[in-house]
């Protein structure tokens, strides 16, 4: 790249830039203005349409007060000066209170959706754990049925009678009717123990449906992926997903709008250091006036006899001369004393 290429682009980009920051401004401010204008609309809803324009005309009166103040600093009386520095603080404090307004709003309308499934997620929880402790319950009981059965099948097993005959041999017998009976209450404490096994396994069949419900509502719902995030925040912070929104919301009010009022700022400041300078009030330009150098004096040959009065003017350009003065006075002092030299000299030549 040429040099002269180079200085082109520098010189394109000095003027680019201002514009550049100019556009960041006045899109920052736009889109500060339309948060802020819609938030204060909010807070005063049965109005709306006023409230709209009456915060409209402050944004835009708010930037013309930036740049005006930033233009004519230095010629502002200062007590006007002083209004509208305060002006204009109270309006970047109006359109970060509607900035705030805009977006706790919008969070309410998420945190209103995500208490609901909130809600939803509560009651499949407290329906989870009545079952689980249904399926606790009758797992308690069919240990106690486990252990009725084989009590049972122990006494069915020693339902013996022995007695010896007449002929002295011990005879080994079971009770009909008692065996009859307690094979009942086995088979009764059976089919109770298989019922109970039905009844357990479709609880827990519930139990995986509830967790895959609740599973489902935590992740999958479009509140869950929009606050998301801030949960994470939260959990790291140990804070209320609330105050993490807070705090978040306070950061982007303090950044947005003063951001875009220093940009603008900015903006003239360069526009103004760019702009060529024109002589509106007709003042005069001082002009640098080079120094002369003190010419070089060249001594006229002087006749074999020099008069005393002579003399001493000769000596007089010679001091001045030896030492080294070369001012404008120094010069005018030596043509002096050379015309004097040149009147003695035309005495010298005149005849009578």
Same mark, same amino acid.
């Given at each position: 790249?040429?040099?002269?290429?180079?200085?082109?682009?520098?010189?394109?980009?000095?003027?680019?830039?201002?514009?550049?920051?100019?556009?960041?401004?006045?899109?920052?401010?736009?889109?500060?203005?339309?948060?802020?204008?819609?938030?204060?609309?909010?807070?005063?809803?049965?109005?709306?349409?006023?409230?709209?324009?009456?915060?409209?005309?402050?944004?835009?009166?708010?930037?013309?007060?930036?740049?005006?103040?930033?233009?004519?600093?230095?010629?502002?009386?200062?007590?006007?000066?002083?209004?509208?520095?305060?002006?204009?603080?109270?309006?970047?404090?109006?359109?970060?209170?509607?900035?705030?307004?805009?977006?706790?709003?919008?969070?309410?309308?998420?945190?209103?959706?995500?208490?609901?499934?909130?809600?939803?997620?509560?009651?499949?929880?407290?329906?989870?754990?009545?079952?689980?402790?249904?399926?606790?319950?009758?797992?308690?009981?069919?240990?106690?049925?486990?252990?009725?059965?084989?009590?049972?099948?122990?006494?069915?097993?020693?339902?013996?009678?022995?007695?010896?005959?007449?002929?002295?041999?011990?005879?080994?017998? !079971?009770?009909?009717?008692?065996?009859?009976? +307690? *094979?009942? /209450?086995?088979? =009764?404490?059976?089919?109770?123990?298989?019922? $109970?096994?039905?009844?357990?396994?479709?609880?827990?069949?519930?139990?995986?449906?509830?967790?895959?419900?609740?599973?489902?509502?935590?992740?999958?719902?479009?509140?869950?992926?929009?606050?998301?995030?801030?949960?994470?925040?939260?959990?790291?912070?140990?804070?209320?997903?609330?105050?993490?929104?807070?705090?978040?919301?306070?950061?982007?009010?303090?950044?947005?709008?003063?951001?875009?009022?220093?940009?603008?700022?900015?903006?003239?400041?360069?526009?103004?250091?760019?702009?060529?300078?024109?002589?509106?009030?007709?003042?005069?330009?001082?002009?640098?006036?080079?120094?002369?150098?003190?010419?070089?004096?060249?001594?006229?040959?002087?006749?074999?006899?020099?008069?005393?009065?002579?003399? !001493?003017?000769?000596?007089?350009?010679?001091? +001045? *001369?030896? /030492?080294?003065? =070369?001012?404008?006075?120094?010069?005018?002092? $030596?043509?002096?004393?050379?015309?004097?030299?040149?009147?003695?000299?035309?005495?010298?030549?005149?005849?009578?």
């Amino acid at each position: 790249m040429e040099p002269q290429e180079g200085l082109l682009i520098l010189h394109a980009m000095k003027r680019f830039f201002p514009i550049l920051i100019l556009v960041a401004a006045l899109s920052l401010a736009t889109v500060a203005a339309y948060y802020s204008v819609f938030g204060i609309s909010k807070l005063f809803a049965s109005q709306a349409t006023a409230v709209i324009i009456m915060a409209g005309i402050l944004e835009a009166s708010k930037l013309i007060t930036a740049s005006y103040l930033e233009r004519f600093w230095k010629t502002i009386h200062w007590l006007k000066k002083t209004y509208l520095i305060t002006a204009l603080i109270a309006l970047m404090a109006i359109t970060s209170l509607g900035i705030y307004g805009f977006l706790v709003s919008a969070y309410q309308e998420t945190s209103y959706k995500m208490q609901a499934v909130d809600k939803q997620v509560e009651v499949q929880v407290k329906k989870r754990d009545r079952y689980k402790q249904q399926i606790k319950n009758i797992s308690k009981e069919q240990q106690d049925i486990n252990t009725q059965i084989i009590q049972l099948s122990e006494s069915l097993g020693n339902n013996v009678i022995q007695y010896t005959n007449s002929e002295g041999q011990l005879i080994t017998t !079971q009770s009909s009717s008692t065996r009859r009976i +307690i *094979q009942q /209450q086995l088979d =009764s404490q059976t089919a109770r123990r298989d019922s $109970i096994a039905l009844k357990q396994d479709a609880l827990n069949d519930s139990v995986t449906q509830l967790d895959l419900n609740i599973l489902d509502l935590e992740t999958n719902s479009d509140v869950a992926a929009e606050i998301g995030p801030l949960k994470y925040v939260a959990n790291i912070t140990g804070k209320d997903t609330d105050q993490v929104v807070n705090w978040f919301i306070l950061v982007f009010i303090f950044v947005f709008d003063p951001l875009a009022v220093m940009l603008l700022i900015s903006a003239n400041n360069l526009f103004l250091k760019n702009k060529p300078k024109v002589n509106l009030y007709k003042e005069k330009k001082r002009t640098l006036v080079k120094k002369q150098p003190t010419p070089k004096i060249i001594l006229p040959s002087s006749p074999p006899l020099i008069s005393k009065e002579k003399q !001493q003017y000769l000596d007089e350009i010679q001091k +001045i *001369q030896k /030492q080294g003065a =070369s001012s404008k006075k120094s010069g005018i002092a $030596i043509q002096n004393l050379q015309q004097k030299i040149k009147e003695i000299d035309e005495d010298n030549t005149k005849t009578y």
